[in-house]
């Protein structure tokens, strides 16, 4: 272990350490506000540095800016580390090694370079001065492009393991920079990233990317300046300006400013036609100097100027051991305007008493209490009841980032955004199941559709302008318990609004501590998804899944089969900026971990006795199957302590059981839905006289049934009839009349939801089944022609469903197939398909027979029904002779106004279809 120098004052100094997204030293957060120093010419004893007096003065002038943290490109002696321990200065070393070179083509290379890191970790191993070790500073774009990225990340990823063998509590990062930002790293305890723009649009843009780029790691600039000599003085100093507040306000957790003095050796020579310092050679202060301390010298994050009032709505439900840590958070919030909403929604366990008890304690905690009446209806409550311009919505079982409101305030300084989410992150977890699920699949999470714009936020962390989510009504009380945020998301966007995203704005949200915990959970999303579904049905596969645009963050990677980012790397691999596109997931890459996938490869295998090739077919389906089941669960990323073969079979077994639990709940949501349209409330009133079988409803010939079905084949499955009108029915009371028919029929029927995609299809008013694999959907419309006079249109399609056509071309391309294996077996099932054809032209031809009847009971039921427009009431009319001025003026006799009334007792005939 290292000692120190005796003699010197050294102040205490905790670790720095990595968590979540941010730095902390202790329980605070800890931004690094840095600069580089040097390299110089050796001193007189041969070290790379100024003599002691001056390190000195430089050290008390740092301190004075406000700086807490150097860069230094070499490996520092003892005293200098213990002298930056005295003055309060953290410092970040970096180790110096041979990276110009094709470093890895040679095994003695790579092994002196392992063998330099280990030596230079040991001996200064401890030593609370020291921030991180920096295992490397940009490697050569073409020196990566030569080794492969893969390979340059693996080695990169040795070096750091053997930091962490000889340094246990220390931090380790890699200075990349944007020729090579393709590089994935995860196993940094922070990102570090050289970036040298001058155009704030363009440096902001870049930031928020490589706030992606990091993920769940703290993102800190360990490079960037400009010089003075061809720049000029006032310029550097109000670019650093901004660039600082620009970087803390987008949530970086720390700044290397390049460089603290004109003074710079390199290559064995003083560099004299560059000055990149704060300060000249003399230590002479510029004005870069004051500009940055400027903003060292405060408390960061920055507060923006107008500090809007943040209503933060927290509902909870029998959440008694999570809410104290939640509400306890609060009372760390650097930001000076907010109140906390509590909806306790109808809880059985203490979740009401431990609100209260904060609310009495913290004026800024208001608590209602009500019934349980679901997740949205909470929302709605906390949303009507908060007083603040912005209002920002978490769950009882997070806990806040203590600059959480204060970068939402930040984002909302975007007009463009209407709502605003951030990212949501697991904490540490001390029980492995918990672990366990934190990484499985299923997580609440937010979707990109660029670096800065949102698809999806999740409920965990999301915010709104009040009145944006009032207008749009608030949330859908359908939605108890989760999909209430997708579907607020998705209304807002159909509006045209904005979405933003704040990679700064982050939440820790307790994953479920138990395996039936998360099935529960992952059961609510299938039931979320379901009931999504008739409401937003253009935003959904096939299958039945969310179909997103964007890209599902942290998602892709654990899918064996998605589309490998791509990256620019410009002609001969000489771009500049370098970036890695991340793909959007495609659904062949998700397909086997899919509930219908392992259902088919399991129907497939029963079948093995009867076909064998169906028996290999299913086997292969299951292996592939467990092959990205086994993927997943090996790139999962555990605490150390956690990362055992135990843990990994318990991911396994959670991402095998997450479709499966999703997508049956999913599926059995939409029958029961479906099963009870025909006993949901109609929106019009049914007619009292409604028919209750079959045999109250007009007769219809076996001519004219074969007609009709041959009349629909012919139009491709689609009909449009029509009849006259003339007592001036309105479509409502067709509308009415058509759902007694269904009801007194016993036919589920589902009518229109209120919703409808755009699109060239037309929405239709009713579907109903009229067999098991058989859908007829239905418009209705009734044209005014003037007077009582209407024309009266019926119009729609007879389909059998998808999953009918789906067994259908099954069982036809199982016949072809096992055809050159088993003639018989083919028969059998080609006999088997024909009879299911008929089932389903069975179907059809009911549903072309209920149209017909429909028309005639339509046509008969009221009076004025006919097949031709009622000309001759209309001639009649006009040969009745006008009334004479003494009639008109009430002066007339009874005679005079007889031809204008109908004869009593007169009837209109209905006229029947032929």
């Not at 995860?186 to 928020?208: I, W």
């Not at 929604?345 to 208001?366: L, M, Q, V």
């Not at 607020?488 to 704040?502: A, D, K």
Request: hydrophobic letters at 45%; one cysteine or more.
């Amino acid at each position: 272990m290292f000692q120190i120098e005796e003699g010197l004052a050294i102040a205490p100094m905790e670790r720095v350490r990595a968590h979540g997204r941010y730095l902390f030293a202790g329980d605070d957060k800890f931004f690094i506000k840095g600069v580089t120093y040097g390299p110089f010419p050796e001193n007189e004893n041969g070290e790379p540095l100024p003599e002691r007096e001056r390190v000195v003065r430089d050290f008390e002038m740092m301190r004075a800016a406000g700086v807490n943290t150097i860069r230094v490109y070499y490996v520092p002696p003892r005293w200098f580390l213990d002298l930056a321990q005295s003055l309060g200065v953290r410092v970040m070393v970096g180790i110096p090694w041979p990276q110009h070179l094709c470093f890895l083509d040679q095994w003695e290379v790579k092994e002196e370079i392992k063998k330099v890191i280990r030596e230079t970790v040991a001996p200064l191993a401890g030593h609370p001065a020291i921030l991180a070790w920096l295992i490397g500073n940009e490697i050569p774009s073409h020196i990566v492009r030569w080794h492969g990225a893969k390979k340059i990340e693996k080695f990169l990823g040795r070096l750091a393991a053997i930091v962490r063998e000889e340094d246990p509590e220390g931090m380790v990062t890699y200075a990349n920079y944007p020729s090579t930002e393709y590089l994935r790293l995860p196993f940094l305890d922070f990102l570090s990233v050289n970036v040298y723009l001058h155009d704030e649009k363009a440096f902001r843009s870049y930031v928020k990317r490589l706030q992606n780029v990091a993920g769940d790691l703290p993102l800190v600039l360990s490079e960037f300046g400009m010089d003075s000599i061809r720049q000029g003085e006032e310029h550097v100093a109000e670019t650093l300006a901004w660039q600082l507040r620009a970087a803390f306000e987008l949530g970086v957790s720390g700044t290397m400013v390049f460089a603290w003095t004109d003074e710079w050796f390199t290559g064995g020579n003083l560099i004299e036609d560059w000055a990149f310092g704060m300060v000249d050679a003399s230590r002479n202060p510029k004005p870069a100097y004051e500009a940055v301390a400027e903003v060292y010298r405060q408390r960061l994050p920055l507060l923006p100027a107008e500090t809007p009032l943040i209503s933060v709505v927290i509902c909870a439900y029998n959440a008694d051991s999570t809410m104290d840590g939640c509400l306890a958070s609060f009372q760390k919030l650097a930001y000076p305007n907010f109140e906390v909403i509590v909806v306790d929604d109808g809880s059985t366990d203490k979740t009401g008493e431990i609100s209260d008890r904060y609310a009495a304690k913290y004026p800024y905690i208001h608590v209602i209490h009500q019934p349980n009446l679901g997740l949205s209806a909470a929302r709605n409550v906390g949303m009507n009841a908060s007083r603040g311009e912005i209002l920002a919505y978490t769950d009882s079982d997070c806990y806040v980032d203590p600059d959480w409101l204060t970068y939402m305030a930040w984002a909302f300084t975007d007009p463009r955004f209407m709502a605003v989410g951030g990212p949501n992150l697991p904490p540490p977890e001390d029980n492995r199941t918990s672990a366990c699920v934190a990484v499985s699949p299923g997580a609440p999470t937010h979707v990109l559709l660029t670096d800065e714009v949102a698809e999806h936020i999740p409920g965990c962390n999301m915010a709104y302008r009040r009145e944006k989510l009032m207008e749009i009504g608030g949330f859908d009380a359908t939605y108890r318990a989760a999909g209430d945020d997708v579907d607020v998301c998705w209304r807002l966007q159909n509006e045209g609004y904005i979405i933003g995203f704040c990679a700064a704005m982050m939440v820790w949200h307790h994953r479920r501590n138990t395996v039936s915990a998360y099935i529960k959970q992952q059961n609510g999303y299938g039931r979320a998804e379901a009931l999504l579904l008739p409401k937003h049905r253009d935003r959904f596969n096939v299958l039945g899944n969310s179909r997103w645009a964007g890209r599902i963050y942290g998602d892709i990677g654990g899918c064996l089969l998605a589309n490998r980012p791509i990256i620019y790397h410009g002609v001969f691999g000489m771009g500049l900026f370098q970036t890695l596109y991340e793909p959007k997931g495609s659904l062949v890459a998700y397909l086997p971990l899919s509930m219908e996938w392992m259902v088919l490869a399991l129907a497939l295998m029963v079948a093995t006795p009867f076909v064998p090739v169906l028996g290999v077919l299913g086997l292969a389906m299951a292996v592939t199957s467990m092959a990205f089941v086994g993927h997943r669960a090996s790139k999962a990323k555990l605490p150390d302590r956690h990362n055992t073969l135990a843990a990994r079979l318990t991911i396994a077994g959670l991402t095998l059981l997450q479709p499966l639990c999703r997508g049956w709940t999913r599926y059995k949501t939409v029958w029961q839905l479906r099963k009870s349209a025909s006993q949901a409330v109609c929106p019009v009133p049914l007619a009292e006289d409604m028919p209750h079988d079959e045999r109250e409803m007009p007769r219809v010939g076996l001519v004219r049934k074969v007609s009709e079905i041959a009349g629909v084949f012919s139009h491709r499955l689609t009909f449009h009839r029509f009849f006259w009108n003339n007592k001036g029915v309105e479509r409502e009371q067709l509308l009415s009349h058509i759902l007694s028919v269904l009801t007194g029929l016993h036919m589920p029927y589902a009518a229109d939801t209120g919703f409808s995609s755009i699109s060239s299809v037309p929405p239709w008013d009713l579907t109903t089944k009229t067999g098991l694999w058989t859908r007829l959907k239905l418009r209705v419309t009734a044209e005014n022609h003037g007077g009582y006079k209407r024309f009266v249109r019926l119009a729609g399609t007879i389909l059998p469903s998808k999953r009918s056509l789906l067994i259908l071309a099954g069982l036809t391309a199982a016949a072809i197939a096992i055809l050159p294996l088993s003639s018989y077996a083919a028969m059998a099932v080609a006999t088997t398909a024909a009879l299911f054809a008929g089932w389903m032209l069975w179907g059809l031809y009911r549903a072309a027979v209920l149209v017909t009847m429909l028309v005639q009971y339509l046509m008969v039921r009221g009076p004025g029904g006919s097949l031709e427009e009622p000309i001759e009431e209309v001639v009649e009319k006009r040969r009745v002779k006008a009334p004479s001025r003494r009639v008109a003026a009430g002066e007339g006799d009874v005679e005079d106004l007889a031809g204008l009334l109908p004869a009593s007792g007169e009837k209109t005939e209905n006229v029947l279809a032929a």
